[in-house]
């Protein structure tokens, strides 16, 4: 079954027109970090633009760096793209958002890895007069005016398919269960906008259809999850746990670890991987213990997000009954063209791209393939 989810507007994030802002120093590329520095494009364009990603772990982001390369030769622009080692280093990410308003550039790409931690940053861009356009999470409180347009998915949205996907697979075996049921999430942080949302979306959808079905949920594990759950039920007498995990840091190795914990009790059913490396968590611990499969009745039900080679792999061999992936190349290419857009003195706004359910029998499809990288 195919489900094609589209972005709403995210709250924070300003309709910008013909505002100031453009035509700031050519700025050199900001010191620290990894960085994938681009020449001038070809079509002669007089703007430079820095871009701050997430991390060059995942290849999610060397996808949306793709999108990013290809507006800067379609536009002739400059860019220079930057970004930690990993998504939880947080504090290396503000640094060089500091380092990128520093070069004065015509704009800034910036995709959060937490969405509190950037926002003096934002307004020091705005009071340099300096455009930024969010892709790929939005940051809900940025000073008014400091972000002239997000670029993303409806992340809840997003989460919830991998829920309305996943529990019809694993119904039967919650109604039918003697016992208690344990479902797993495991989330890559508790901190961006975009992957808290996503886990809030598969904890909410999957309680409502849980609720409806007449039994009864309880949210427990990590408390910024918990504590925005509405009703929550006593983790004593519920007929479902669904237990919310967060690794120290967002590697692939101890997202692997929080998933064995998970994996590892007797009563779990399914278990979600919210992103690409906690996907491929949950790949990891299944290594060693070999319980994911296709049904309860045949082990633990598994669903990841994103894509990758080894994601891919997965879900076209079943291991996991399927995955929803995102536009990376379209997010990272329509942010290169509203910065450019901005400071040709036209109006730009919130854009909000797809994001796809897919498995084994639909993976080869036209609207699906594109967006299942590598």
Not at 131 to 141: A, I, M, N, S
Request: a negative charge; one cysteine or more.
């Amino acid at each position: 079954m195919k489900k094609k989810v589209l972005a709403v507007l995210l709250g924070g994030c300003m309709v910008a027109g013909l505002l100031a802002g453009c035509g700031g120093d050519e700025g050199t590329s900001p010191e620290g970090g990894d960085a994938a520095t681009s020449e001038e494009g070809s079509g002669g364009g007089d703007y430079t633009f820095e871009v701050v990603v997430k991390s060059f772990q995942s290849t999610y982001w060397q996808a949306a760096i793709q999108g990013i390369d290809a507006a800067k030769e379609e536009l002739g622009v400059k860019v220079n793209t930057t970004g930690p080692n990993a998504e939880s280093d947080i504090a290396d990410q503000v640094n060089m958002l500091n380092n990128a308003i520093s070069q004065q550039p015509d704009g800034i790409a910036l995709a959060a890895n937490d969405q509190n931690a950037v926002l003096d940053s934002l307004q020091d861009a705005l009071d340099a007069d300096i455009p930024v356009v969010c892709f790929d999470t939005g940051v809900p409180d940025a000073p008014e005016g400091s972000v002239i347009a997000t670029i993303a998915t409806d992340n809840e949205a997003a989460g919830a398919v991998a829920a309305e996907n996943m529990y019809p697979v694993i119904k039967d075996a919650i109604a039918n269960a003697d016992g208690q049921v344990r479902i797993g999430e495991v989330n890559q942080d508790a901190t961006s906008a975009n992957i808290s949302g996503r886990g809030m979306g598969f904890i909410n959808k999957m309680k409502e259809l849980i609720e409806a079905d007449g039994k009864t949920v309880a949210v427990i594990g990590n408390q910024f999850y918990v504590d925005q759950v509405e009703n929550n039920g006593d983790e004593g007498s519920a007929d479902v746990i669904i237990e919310v995990a967060v690794p120290a840091q967002t590697t692939v190795e101890l997202s692997a670890t929080e998933a064995s914990n998970i994996m590892n009790k007797d009563d779990t059913i399914a278990i979600f991987g919210s992103n690409q490396v906690t996907a491929e968590g949950v790949l990891t611990a299944n290594q060693n213990l070999n319980v994911l499969a296709a049904t309860p009745d045949e082990g633990i039900v598994g669903v990841g997000f994103d894509a990758g080679a080894t994601l891919k792999a997965a879900v076209a061999d079943g291991t996991l009954i399927g995955a929803v992936t995102q536009a990376p190349v379209d997010q990272g290419n329509l942010a290169i063209h509203a910065l450019y857009d901005y400071c040709e003195g036209k109006e730009v706004s919130d854009i909000a791209t797809d994001s796809y359910w897919y498995d084994a029998s639909n993976m080869e499809e036209d609207d699906i393939a594109p967006n299942l990288y590598d």
